[in-house]
Structure formats: C-alpha cells, structure tokens
C-alpha cells in the first residue's frame, strides 16, 4: 500500500529557529509536493519537485526552502521560523508529473508546527 | 487567476441521509480532472473521488456520487446513506494549467447519529 511518512506528527519550536521538516514516500514517485493548511484557506502550495534535485516555487514561498538529494525524501526548511509560520504542514506525492493532473496525491499524516 | 470555491465552510447530516457539497472552480481549459478529497479527524487527506471533464457521466464510487456541470464549472459531491465515518472535512480540488492541484477552503461535514 501507498505510504507517505511525515517525521513529526506535532512541533514546537521557538522564533528564529531553523526547523526542517521531513518526508518520505515509498512508492518511486516522481512527484513531490509540500503544502500548508489553514482553517478557511484550504491547502496551499509552498514547494513541489518532479525530480531529484529539481525544485519549483508554489504560490507561497516566502520563508520556505526544499531539499531533495534522494527520489524518496523531499525536506522542508523554515530558514528562521516566525509565528506565521504556525499552521499545519502536509506532505503528498503523485506518480505523474510534472503535475498531478490526472494522477492522485497520496498524503502524510501532517505535521503540526508551533512557532512560539 | 484560477481558482476553486467551496462556498459551505459547514454542513451537518443525519445518519443515512444524503448530503451535497458544493465546489465551483474557474477554468479556461478544456481538458481536466476534477478531485474530492477527504480529510478524517486522523488528519490523513485520502482521494475520494475524481472526474475527467472530457466525460458525460458522474463519476460514482459506492455511496459517492459527483455532479458534474462543466458549463457552469461546478462540482458537487453527493454522499448517499450517510455514515458516522464520513464525518471529516471535505476538499474539492482542480488542476491548475501547470498541473498544480489548486484546493478549494474545505467544507466540515458532521454527521449526526
């Protein structure tokens, strides 16, 4: 069965730090994407990559970078996190790309960051 | 720019009753698939359905049916028979023309023994 795998299910973390998020899927997808989820504004793109070391900008950006040495993991990193970078984070891949237009996401549980 | 609309932030059924969610999307593109996404308490988004614009019929999964209105883009989900475990929050969601999946805000249904 399709796995994707979030390292945290809930962090907390202080201003100003760097905080790396972490995801692994085991299914060979080539597709990766990260998302942010706030209530009333559904999820939002912030990274997607359609190959190793292949990297491409979502609607929301700012104060995020990704990582992806290896096809299976596609990291997530607030450089300096700030309390508006408080929301639920999620994980997905999809096997076609370089969108998933008519292949399925398969998500991660989520991971729920805290910015104090 | 494109974008989907979920205009019911909320929604409750009774047991085994049929509930509708509404999503409208805007799209120049002829050529498309269309996704319901499920979100549960345990906060894993599962697919639940999908449609190909370039065909006629609702898509049908079980007790998850869509209506399907291309020329007034709109997209609704109807659960038939409603059951306790249906009770999450609902996403409609549109590949964009760069194939992004653009979500719509999410309506919550809650489901009421």
């Known amino acids: 069965d399709v796995k994707v795998t979030q390292s945290s299910r809930y962090l907390v973390k202080r201003t100003g730090e760097k905080v790396f998020l972490e995801c692994v899927q085991d299914m060979d997808h080539e597709n990766m994407f990260w998302y942010r989820q706030d209530p009333g504004l559904g999820l939002r793109l912030i990274y997607f990559s359609y190959d190793v070391k292949m990297k491409e900008k979502g609607d929301i950006p700012e104060g995020y970078s990704v990582s992806r040495e290896k096809k299976e993991r596609f990291s997530l990193i607030l450089e300096s996190a700030s309390t508006n970078q408080t929301s639920m984070y999620l994980c997905a891949s999809s096997l076609l790309g370089p969108g998933p237009g008519n292949s399925p996401l398969h998500f991660g549980n989520g991971t729920r960051l805290t910015v104090t | 720019a494109q974008t989907v609309t979920q205009s019911q932030p909320e929604m409750s059924v009774q047991e085994a009753e049929t509930v509708t969610l509404s999503c409208t999307y805007d799209t120049s593109e002829s050529d498309y698939y269309l996704f319901w996404y499920k979100q549960p308490p345990s906060r894993q988004m599962i697919l639940v359905i999908r449609?190909?614009?370039?065909?006629?019929q609702n898509a049908t999964e079980n007790r998850f049916s869509v209506n399907f209105q291309k020329a007034a883009k709109s997209f609704s989900l109807k659960i038939s028979d409603s059951q306790l475990g249906d009770a999450a929050m609902y996403f409609c969601a549109y590949p964009g023309n760069t194939g992004k999946l653009i979500f719509g805000q999410g309506t919550t249904l809650q489901v009421k023994p």
């Open positions: 449609q190909e614009a370039y065909k006629q």
